[in-house]
């Protein structure tokens, strides 16, 4: 399984949370699921307080994960706890929730509405209660904000579908659920989604782009506009490490909007399938998951199965 395409906690949790690793104790190899290390581009291993400590005064830290990795989302948790510890001005963005669901998450965290409320009215993802809720609870107990930055799926879905000009049909109340402008021109990353999304239909895989590009410019935008109201706060954005990796995605998105905003990148990768040398991000090294699809029968079987349930209830008119 390749990394781009793998791109594409419990209350134990919160508990460790609360107890962040000293300064002077050294990374332990992964050799669990749970297990992560925090390192530099170059190698240099850091603790999880050396890491917030270093990382504490940027303007937006971007998390990359890879969905239900428990590793991933135990030290994300952590970090945000950390980071708290040491800036209470930290806000916790999310791709998880889309911009309608913001009020039901700031009634939830000014404790005026029950977690009911919060997983059954926000369009919350099926992993919510094992791996974002100790992210949110984390918030919630430290009172920061939590930003819904992402686009809706029912728009994502109509934009691989219908192309950009479906942006125009849309009433005013829903246009501002999507970014104000998609940067859909040439660069590395169409070039990175194109060499693995590209199976032979350009007009499709266009399509395809304006969907992806879709999450990241609204990602994107939300960070930078929470930002321009609150200046002196740090960002720490949870997405897909697709979105994230090299600065390709969201980064690259955040720095046209705002070119002075002091962005870190952390990506995921195991020690069987490193990030290239060159990439500047810092590393989180954690086991792989197990491999979803043993041949590429099963794996276009399950594909086609998810894109079947997907399209039965799409309405884009």
């Not at 697709?242 to 990148?265: C, M, T, Y």
């Amino acid at each position: 399984m390749t990394r781009a395409f793998f791109s594409a906690c419990l209350t134990t949790l919160l508990v460790a949370c609360s107890h962040p690793l000293d300064l002077q104790e050294t990374p332990v190899p992964a050799t669990t699921l749970y297990d992560y290390r925090i390192e530099s581009s170059g190698g240099t291993p850091y603790s999880l307080n050396e890491f917030a400590n270093t990382v504490s005064d940027a303007d937006v830290i971007l998390v990359g994960e890879w969905h239900t990795h428990p590793g991933i989302h135990l030290f994300q948790a952590q970090l945000l706890a950390t980071l708290a510890e040491r800036r209470p001005a930290t806000a916790l963005s999310m791709e998880q929730f889309s911009r309608p669901a913001q009020p039901v998450i700031d009634a939830y965290l000014n404790g005026d509405r029950g977690e009911h409320a919060l997983t059954s009215y926000t369009g919350k993802w099926p992993n919510y209660a094992s791996d974002y809720r100790p992210l949110v609870e984390v918030a919630k107990q430290q009172a920061l904000p939590v930003i819904a930055a992402n686009t809706t799926q029912d728009i994502v879905r109509c934009l691989s579908s219908k192309g950009e000009g479906y942006l125009d049909t849309l009433p005013a109340d829903k246009r501002q659920h999507v970014a104000r402008q998609l940067s859909s021109e040439a660069s590395p990353y169409k070039e990175k989604f194109f060499s693995v999304m590209f199976h032979g239909d350009e007009e499709k895989t266009k399509n395809q782009y304006l969907a992806q590009i879709a999450w990241d410019d609204t990602m994107a935008e939300s960070i930078v506009d929470f930002l321009a109201t609150h200046p002196d706060f740090t960002v720490m954005h949870v997405a897909g490490a697709f979105h994230v990796e090299e600065g390709l995605g969201i980064a690259s998105r955040i720095h046209q909007r705002n070119p002075d905003l002091k962005i870190v990148i952390i990506s995921p990768q195991t020690e069987d399938d490193p990030l290239p040398n060159e990439v500047d991000d810092y590393r989180l090294i954690v086991k792989p998951l197990p491999e979803q699809w043993l041949s590429d029968e099963e794996m276009n079987a399950a594909i086609g199965k998810m894109r079947h349930s997907s399209r039965k209830s799409l309405n884009c008119e």
